[in-house]
């Protein structure tokens, strides 16, 4: 071989062995992610089980033609950016050895999906098992004193797979006895007032109620939670006694991940700057890139692939909005011309490894 090629090749390697230690640089260890499960083991209340599920899919995801958007609590937790996979994490740490992961297996063709040994080693999870051994599992939901969970995918996709988004779903939903017009929110609170109201005053109850009809407007028209925030003390205890009860509830899961998400390790830190960096470089190309006669979807396109380019995973795409479409808030056409003298309002952001 020629000495100038060799040369060259050993540069490549160089160059693509410092690409690795640049990439790795920013990985969350798995440690972390099972410190994470960990912590959220600690803080569920005594006898239940979390679940968690992959974000669903959709037809262009499927065929390759479009990117995949993780869920954001499955990725906090485990890593996991591929969809058709379900986590469950147990109050006791003797079920199971406290958690199971399922996922697809992998294929000889391909498909995207790592498998269980790669799963295992990736992620750190103690039990991992293909989806398909969900949908006849063993586990007796109905002994849990609480069923916590952030969200049930709607509208999921049935495809081809064994075990997909779908069949979990549905299966969970038949094991759990889950109604099909469980009000998730208003049941939560449910729980939040109950548990409130075995350690504080009722005016301090009353308070946290007002507060959830705030952040949840879907809940504003709920007559049972109306009447305990109006009520007199004796009536409000009354309610306290006929709140519909379940054990089915996103409380107090939400909360304790919140909490969790407050606190940043050096790693997390770390994702954030890097973040911060890819959106001000976007950012930086995307302003070079402005000029009149341009087509707003041009410079959407600019800000998208610099995004892309670098990591970043983005559910909307950049709002682009040029001349007086600035002043409306609600402006995501991006098909507007930028004209001379516009002033051109950029706004994007995604996420960068959960």
Known sequence: MHGGMVHKIRIACLLFMLLIILVDSYAVNRDMYRQRRQDVRLLLPRNSVAVFFSAPTSTCVENGSCAYHYDDDLYY????????AMLLIFADEQ??????????????????HMGIDQAKKRFG????????????????????????????PDNTLDTNLKGDLHELVVAFRNKT????????????????????????????????????????????NNKLLLDFVYAGEKERRKILQELPS??????????ILN?????????EIKLVQRAVDITTSAMNEAIKAV??????????????????QQGVNFSTLPRIASGGKGCNPSYSKNNGIVKNADLVELEFGGKYRG
Do not use: C, W
């Open 77 to 84: 937790l485990t890593g996991i950016d591929e969809p058709h």
């Open 95 to 112: 079920k199971f050895k406290g958690e199971i992961l399922y996922v697809q297996p992998k294929s000889n063709q391909g498909n995207g």
């Open 125 to 152: 999870v103690q039990t991992v098992l293909r989806s398909t051994e969900f949908l006849n599992t063993t586990i007796n939901f109905n002994s849990f004193d609480r069923i916590l969970f952030n969200d049930i």
């Open 177 to 220: 006895n889950f109604p099909d017009n469980f009000d998730a929110g208003a049941f939560a609170i449910y729980n939040k007032i109950r548990d409130a109201a075995n350690g504080k005053p009722l005016e301090e109850v009353v308070n946290i109620v007002n507060q959830e009809l705030i952040n949840k407007p879907e809940l504003s």
């Open 246 to 255: 379940s054990k089915l509830s996103y409380y107090p899961l939400q909360d």
């Open 259 to 267: 909490k969790m998400r407050e606190i940043k390790h050096y790693e």
């Open 291 to 308: 000029r009149v006669g341009m087509d707003e979807k041009e410079l959407e396109g600019v800000a998208a692939y610099m995004l892309a």
